[in-house]
């Protein structure tokens, strides 16, 4: 009798045990990975376990084209494959965009060894405004595509290798109106 009532009980944990695993396995294949687009400049230092396209991304791009690939639905050809953005987009849940650096950086005269620099105030606080318009507009644009999309804005680090409070002021205020457009990280 007692052998009987061992057996029953190591069956039902079995039992648990297969149906447990089966719920798991039925999870895993039905649960929908995260997709994210990476747009604008190059980052690495983002670490995620999920597919992260960087189809179009660049070292380079300032706010303007990257406004202009998404309103033209730019292609790449990757693979033999024609990748549109507005694909990409569609099929993410998650956008990441860095832009900004290159548009202010672009503007500022750096002598390192004098550890100066020099720009013209108008033009930078003209650049700064049209950044932050490219930029709402960019998100508006993702959005439009893909209603569902969450859009992390990746603050502008400071780029000089000496403290200026010209151009920190500069960085702190674009970050701060970063996140009137979208989540900032």
């Known amino acids: 009798m007692k052998h009987k009532k061992v057996m029953l009980l190591c069956i039902g944990i079995v039992v648990i045990i297969l149906a447990s695993f089966i719920s798991v396995i039925k999870y895993k294949t039905t649960k929908q990975e995260d997709f ?36 033209n639905d730019a292609s790449k050809i990757v693979d033999d494959k024609v990748l549109k953005i507005s694909a990409l987009v569609k099929k993410s849940n998650i956008a990441f965009i860095s832009i900004g650096t290159n548009d202010i950086k672009n503007l500022i005269k750096v002598d390192e060894s004098l550890k100066t620099v020099s720009f013209d105030e108008d033009i930078v606080n003209r650049k700064i405004e049209i950044l932050l318009f490219n930029v709402n507009e960019i998100v508006n644009q993702l959005k439009t595509i893909n209603p569902s999309i969450n859009v992390y804005l990746l603050k502008i680090e400071y780029f000089l290798n000496y403290k200026n409070e010209k151009i920190e002021s500069y960085i702190e205020l674009i970050n701060q109106r970063y996140k009137n457009i979208a989540n900032i990280i």
């Not at 597919?51 to 660049?58: A, H, R």
């Open 36 to 71: 994210i687009v990476m747009l604008g400049n190059d980052f690495n230092d983002v670490k995620v376990n999920t597919s992260i396209d960087k189809t179009f991304v660049s070292n380079f791009m300032e706010s303007d084209y990257l406004l202009k690939i998404i309103n």
